[in-house]
């Protein structure tokens, strides 16, 4: 059923409406002698028309077509001024104040019962198109999400596939991104780029797919020849993903070429310095130096916490940017419990969890 | 042509066949003339002219949309005089409404009288 506000300061007019109305087995009429009752009463609920008197002494029809308007969410609700006016300027004010058609008095019961009919059908209509409006954006909203998740799966699992060569389980990859997001947040960056690093980190090493197996698996110490060759993963990765449109892409190739840079100057692949290593490669040294040393590899042992919390403070000025030190240190038992859950529930349902941001 | 009093027809097409509304709505009628006739002749009697517009102006809408024809023409005939401010004119226009209205209020004695027989 449709609510037809009647605000006519005459009883015997809004009675008279009323009676016109009855034949419209959709319509209701709501009266009112009263327009500031009725704008109180329209703050509350929701009518599907309003017929309005222009001549009122409390406040006029403009007036109260201007305070209707203003209330939220009323903007699509046909308006139908009452006048006995025949004056242009008055029809044109009320056009511009947001009415949408009038009647002249007297009312004439069949033109009445025709406009509010038809002006109940542009609202049905207008209804309509909100609510498909509605719809299709929430549906565009799903869409992008849905792409958005599986541009994240995709590069996750690329990550992982570069990963799993010299690590069987992959979930360094996922540590070192949750890593990045915590030291991120302890440096104060946005929250947008604590999330780019946290999604773009596990790519630093994707260039380790084009590192043959018999250095990137050697058990023993690589020879120089080998390591001018490993070294040259960094600039592969850098290759694979620089100039994508994707900020995601374009963070993971800053990572994979500048991972291994060090603060001293003393890193590669071309030695840069302190602030000259982009911030998200300072950031990704620090997370993938700690988990490294605290997982096995097939050159080494893992280390005990003690002694990689003590080597990574040595090396605060000389490895590691000394500010990136402190956020790491400020994060630290954060660190340690994703340690030990992604370890723990190594399973499907983390790495979802990772692509999908169900992680934080 | 003299102007009906009380053209019931305009009411009844209103109500479309369902006439037992109708006393209920005339007496209301004849309640609000009676308020707005009183608020005319004190307003015409302090001369205070706008005000008097308004009422004019209120009971010649309830009027018109309710088949009292007359009392509808009158108000619109001194409105027309208010606006041209022949106000020597108002108080002769006043006394043939003050008529219109006794007479209307006859009218719809009678035709509730009527209403209520028939029912």
């Known amino acids: 059923m449709n609510t037809v506000v009647m605000v006519d300061d005459s009883s015997v007019q809004l009675r008279l409406y009323a009676q016109m109305l009855k034949s419209l087995t959709d319509a209701d009429g709501t009266p009112f002698t009263s327009p500031t009752l009725a704008l109180k009463w329209c703050e509350e609920h929701q009518p599907d028309l309003i017929l309005v008197d222009y001549n009122m002494p409390e406040l006029d029809g403009l007036e109260f077509v201007r305070r209707f308007r203003a209330l939220s969410g009323h903007t699509p609700i046909p308006v139908i001024v009452i006048t006995g006016e025949t004056d242009k300027e008055v029809r044109r004010s009320a056009l511009e104040l947001g009415a ?7 009312v004439d019961a069949v033109e009445l019962r025709t406009r509010v009919r038809n002006m109940l059908r542009i609202r049905e209509h207008s209804r309509m198109l909100a609510n498909q409006a509605a719809w299709l954006s929430e549906e565009v909203r799903r869409a992008t999400a849905s792409i958005v998740e ?12 570069a990963e799993h060569r010299d690590n069987e389980t992959g979930d360094h990859v996922i540590r ?3 890593f990045a997001g915590c030291v991120a947040r302890a440096l104060g960056l946005p929250s947008e780029e604590q999330e780019l690093l946290r999604l773009a980190t596990p790519m630093h090493d994707i260039g380790k797919v084009g590192t043959p197996d018999h250095i990137l698996l050697k058990e023993g110490p690589l020879t120089a020849e080998e390591w001018e060759i490993m070294k040259q993963h960094t600039v592969a990765g850098f290759d694979i993903l620089r100039d994508s449109k994707s900020p995601l892409l374009q963070r993971g190739a800053e990572i994979a070429l500048s991972h291994h840079e060090r603060y001293d100057g003393k890193g590669y692949p071309f030695a ?13 040294a ?8 605290l997982s096995k590899r097939p050159y080494k042992e893992p280390w005990p916490l003690v ?3 003590e080597y990574i403070e040595d090396e605060s000025g000389r490895h590691f940017d000394p500010r990136v030190v402190a956020a790491f240190k400020q994060v630290l038992p954060e660190l340690l419990e994703i340690r030990n859950r992604v370890a723990a529930e190594h399973s499907g349902g983390v790495e979802e969890a990772f692509y999908g941001s169900k992680i934080a | 042509m003299e102007a009906k009093s009380l053209d019931l027809s305009v009411l009844v097409e209103i109500f479309n066949g369902d006439s037992a509304g ?27 002219w706008p005000g008097a517009g308004k009422a004019l102006h209120e009971l010649k809408g309830m009027c018109a949309s309710s088949g009292c024809v007359e009392v509808a023409q009158l108000c619109a005939q001194t ?8 106000y020597r004119q108002v108080p002769d226009c006043l006394e043939s409404l003050r008529s219109a209205c006794g007479r209307l209020r006859s009218a719809i004695r009678e035709a509730c009288a009527d209403q209520y027989q028939a029912r």
């Open chain 1, 307 to 309: 002694q990689t919390l």
């Open chain 1, 272 to 284: 840069l310095s302190g602030e000259q290593i982009p911030l998200s490669g300072r950031i990704a």
């Open chain 2, 79 to 86: 409105e027309a005089i208010l606006t041209a401010e022949r």
């Open chain 1, 100 to 106: 949408d058609d009038f009647l002249t008095k007297p």
């Open chain 1, 286 to 293: 620090i997370c993938d130096v700690f988990d490294a040393l």
């Open chain 1, 176 to 178: 070192i991104g949750l």
């Open chain 2, 22 to 48: 109708i006393p209920d709505l005339l007496e209301d009628v004849s309640q609000t003339v009676d308020r707005i006739e009183a608020s005319l002749i004190e307003t015409c009697k302090r001369q205070d």
């Open chain 1, 150 to 161: 599986r541009e994240r799966e995709t590069i996750y699992r690329l990550a992982r596939a």
